[in-house]
């Protein structure tokens, strides 16, 4: 039997563990729909990773001075090198302070247009409250991002 299992690729940044909590539930959330199958990896993974293989890539980081990581971004030009046009791309972020959020997952949004004009992104991406500097996750985000990474994965179904 040929497989219709879309592929999807999600790539965290994260100083304390928080984000890369985040993304592990929007995998779990992926996969329940039982039509995709996650990978989840590092900002330093990106390198050694063959993105062409992958249907649908999400990029998440926390929120630093109200923007997105240096490292995030590097991770997006390094994967819009290697290809990500005609893919499904989308974003989250983790932040403390609901009046000084900025906004890392428009960021995100806005470096994947630059690099690559041609991936179909995904909007809005999923930004997520950590309960101080160095979290834990707030308790209401993790079902949230569950359902985020529902959507995303009926999105990438058709
Ligand atoms: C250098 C630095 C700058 C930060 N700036 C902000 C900020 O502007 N707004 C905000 O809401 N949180 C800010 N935070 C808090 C982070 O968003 C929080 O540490 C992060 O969401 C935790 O995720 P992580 O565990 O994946 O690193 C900052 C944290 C650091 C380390």
């Given at each position: 039997m040929i497989s219709t299992m879309k592929r999807v690729l999600l790539v965290f940044d994260t100083k304390f563990g928080n984000t890369e909590k985040l993304a592990k539930e929007i995998a779990a959330g992926i996969e329940e729909t039982g039509t995709a199958e996650c990978k989840v990896i590092g900002i330093k993974e990106v390198g050694s990773?063959?993105?062409?293989?992958?249907?649908g890539v999400l990029f998440g980081g926390p929120v630093h001075a109200f923007r997105a990581t240096r490292g995030i971004k590097g991770a997006i030009k390094d994967a819009a090198k290697k290809g990500l046009d005609g893919k499904l791309v989308s974003s989250f972020d983790t932040y403390q302070a609901p009046g000084h959020k900025g906004n890392a997952a428009r960021g995100i949004e806005g470096e994947v247009s630059k690099r690559a004009p041609r991936a179909k992104i995904f909007t809005p991406g999923l930004t997520a409250l950590v309960d101080?500097?160095?979290?834990?996750?707030?308790?209401?985000e993790p079902p949230k991002a569950r359902e985020f990474g529902k959507k995303f994965a009926k999105e990438l179904a058709g």
């Open positions: 990773e063959d993105i062409s293989g992958y249907d101080g500097y160095e979290g834990p996750l707030n308790a209401t």
